[in-house]
């Protein structure tokens, strides 16, 4: 799969899972009380006490709301990581000859490169010939399984806190 396809797909998956994980109603009742507290630095700026009152309030809402998106932000950070772990190159393996040609009975993986100082030829060695290829698999279900059962617990978690008003 190329990257651009994988990335658009990640987006369009992390797109929906924020439309159905956030609390939008209670987003929205945030940001509109932390554009009020920031409106009243302007109407009170001749009074410091109301002020810095307005300020502590406002550092509140900004933890209500980081609150509010946390879950979903961690959710998408495993499903980055679940992709990336499927789509990331495997260790290379390199080596060098003496001659020009691929060694008999190895798969490359590229074109070799000579190097013109000493006469060789680099390598680099296909994942599964040398590697092993299982141990890895079990590495990628394993990251795509957690961040799946992380994706549905996170789901049972929010609809049973929908409330639509979050408390002040």
Do not use: K
Request: aromatic share 10%; hydrophobic share 55%.
């Amino acid at each position: 799969m190329s990257l651009y396809v994988a990335s658009v797909l990640y987006g369009a998956v992390v797109a929906v899972m924020f439309g159905w994980l956030v609390d939008w109603p209670a987003v929205r009742i945030t940001v509109n009380r932390m554009v009020a507290y920031a409106l009243e630095f302007a109407l009170y700026a001749d009074e410091p006490g109301l002020v810095f009152r307005a300020q502590a309030r406002l550092l509140g809402q900004n933890a209500r709301l980081l609150r509010q998106m946390a879950g979903p932000c961690v959710v998408a950070a495993l499903l980055f990581a679940a992709v990336y772990a499927a789509l990331a190159p495997a260790d290379a393996t390199v080596a060098i000859t003496r001659t020009a040609q691929a060694p008999p009975g190895i798969a490359v993986d590229a074109v070799g490169i000579r190097i013109a100082r000493t006469g060789e030829t680099a390598w680099r060695l296909r994942d599964g010939v040398h590697g092993d290829s299982q141990s890895s698999w079990i590495l990628r279900f394993t990251v795509f399984s957690s961040a799946a059962a992380s994706v549905v617990a996170l789901a049972l978690w929010q609809s049973g806190r929908r409330s639509g008003v979050p408390t002040p």
